[in-house]
């Protein structure tokens, strides 16, 4: 009779008869250069501009009466948002917000299935081809007054994008262990300890190489959006058609991971169990197993704030560029440009710091963390000093950094969570890493709204995103990444013995 544990031993065993190829690692680099200009440009950048713009010229002034003038600088208006109405500016937060929080549904719905069976990449290419799709049908809003079908396509694109990325990311520790030098190290009789050393600076080269690919996506996404915008008439109508190339950009280049991707499978789903159901049960098991595996419990509770702060901070500096500075669209689509040019030096400048001080991935990501921290910190100090993002200048300063600690951050973090997860519960656990990062990002944008429309001062917004990044540096201090790789092995261990005793009771 075969058995699930019977099944993935020889899945586990047959990883080493399959390395990654060059062809499938490309196609699968490929995907993030695909997605790429979603995360950096669309969502980051051009989908809050869209939403402000259209909600204003479909808005009122705070009479709620009088059409709003959006010719006029600092106009402050206000929009419908359900039965009540909100600053515009808390409309674009609310919106991705909102599609947040449809993310965090889509990833428990979904992750664990991918860990079974053949369906990984057919997952990740039908989320992204959707994604692509709606991403391109913001060109259609020809109304202001459908500003509300905007918002509908948010929520759509990003869920779908989520969604794609979390079995995007659940190939990194796959792919740590079907590496040819992996292979190479086991056959060649090396210790434990050293392959598991090689197994993590693969995962961190893997995820800094992927992290790469996707801002130099951006980048061309971003330029070529510019380009559009530059054409256009002030206003969304721009970002609009900047919003078509990028998603146009999405489904070209799935091309290559759907021809050179492979889907890795995995055992099958586990018999009498329901497809719906499935992932919910798993996710549940997985948050009642804190003690078990406390350290990565501990590191997706710190990830949570981080993400949430690097993720609100992007789209309030827009905010507040727009709104308090008067920066223009092309200056807005500047904004976009530095910050991936900026990231993708970061990640290599910095993997050059750790490597000449050799400097662990928890270090890295704890200096990071205390950097971001001061960003917030230094927007604040405008309240009172003639400096402070009082200056046009300086948000030009403010993203220079902002951009060479957020693509590192990321990477680190992505590649701590890869060697500190269960084997064989990749995706199970990458849909809790998605919800944490993802997921987080509705309260960020969420509470800035909420600010921002009951005080109409931005800046109060900083406040929050201070305590929001500095709060889990405490936490990560206290991270023991070696026993999370303990703790995962032993987890594994149980719950096999578990499965053979109850085979053998049957």
């Not at 808005?59 to 419908?80: F, I, K, S």
């Not at 515009?88 to 719905?109: C, M």
């Not at 995820?207 to 996707?214: G, P, Q």
């Not at 350290?295 to 609100?312: C, E, H, P, R, V």
């Amino acid at each position: 009779m075969d058995t699930l544990g019977e099944d993935y031993e020889e899945i586990q065993n047959g990883e080493e008869s399959n390395p990654l190829t060059k062809k499938e690692l490309i196609g699968w680099y490929f995907h993030n250069f695909a997605i790429g200009g979603y995360d950096t440009a669309a969502i980051s950048v051009f989908i809050p501009v869209v939403l402000e713009g259209l909600s204003s010229q479909a808005g009122y002034e705070r009479d709620q009466v009088t059409p709003c003038n959006t010719t006029v600088t600092d106009y402050e208006c206000v929009t419908r948002f359900g039965a009540s109405f909100v600053d515009t500016e808390s409309y674009s937060l609310y919106l991705i917000s909102v599609s947040v929080l449809f993310q965090a549904i889509l990833f428990i719905s979904c992750g664990s299935l991918a860990d079974h069976g053949n369906s990984r990449k057919k997952f990740l290419l039908s989320f992204s081809f959707v994604g692509a799709i709606s991403t391109i049908a913001f060109i259609t809003i020809v109304n202001p007054k459908l500003y509300w079908l905007a918002g509908l396509f948010t929520i759509i694109s990003n869920c779908c994008y989520g969604a794609a990325f979390l079995f995007f990311l659940a190939y990194i520790p796959i792919f740590s262990r079907c590496h040819p030098d992996v292979i190479k190290a086991k056959t060649s009789n090396a210790s434990i300890s050293e392959v598991k050393t090689l197994m993590d600076k693969i995962a961190t080269k893997l995820s800094s190489y992927s992290m790469a690919a996707d801002l130099i996506s951006g980048l061309v996404v971003i330029i070529a959006g510019l380009g559009l915008v530059l054409v256009t008439t002030e206003g969304p109508a721009g970002f609009q058609f900047a919003l078509a190339f990028c998603g146009a950009w999405w489904l070209l280049f799935l091309i290559f991971p759907a021809m050179w991707l492979t889907s890795r499978p995995r055992p099958p789903l586990p018999k009498n169990e329901n497809n719906l159901l499935y992932s919910w049960k798993r996710v549940g098991k997985s948050l009642m197993s804190t003690r078990e595996l406390w350290q990565t419990m501990k590191f997706l509770f710190a990830y949570f704030f981080i993400s949430d702060g690097m993720n609100t901070l992007v789209t309030v500096c827009v905010l507040f560029g727009k709104k308090e500075l008067g920066m223009t669209n092309i200056e807005l689509s500047l904004f976009a440009i530095i910050v991936p040019i900026c990231a993708v030096i970061g990640i290599y400048l910095l993997l050059i710091i750790q490597k000449k001080f050799q400097l662990s991935i928890k270090t890295m990501i704890i200096l990071e963390s205390i950097g971001l921290s001061l960003l917030p910190l230094y927007a604040i100090l405008g309240f009172w000093l003639p400096f402070g993002l009082v200056n046009k200048w300086e948000v030009w300063m403010y993203l220079v950094l902002f951009g060479l600690l957020v693509g590192s951050i990321q990477s680190y973090c992505q590649a701590c969570f890869a060697i500190i997860i269960p084997e064989g519960h990749e995706n199970e656990f990458f849909s809790l890493f998605q919800i944490t990062s993802k997921g987080s990002s509705a309260i960020g944008p969420l509470v800035s709204g909420a600010i921002t429309n009951y005080t109409h001062n931005i800046r109060l917004c900083y406040w929050f995103l201070f305590a929001l990044i500095a709060s889990p540096i405490l936490i990560l201090t206290t991270l023991d990444i070696e026993k999370g790789k303990s703790d995962a092995k032993i987890f594994v261990e149980k719950e096999e013995e578990t499965k053979n005793k109850d085979i053998r009771v049957d």
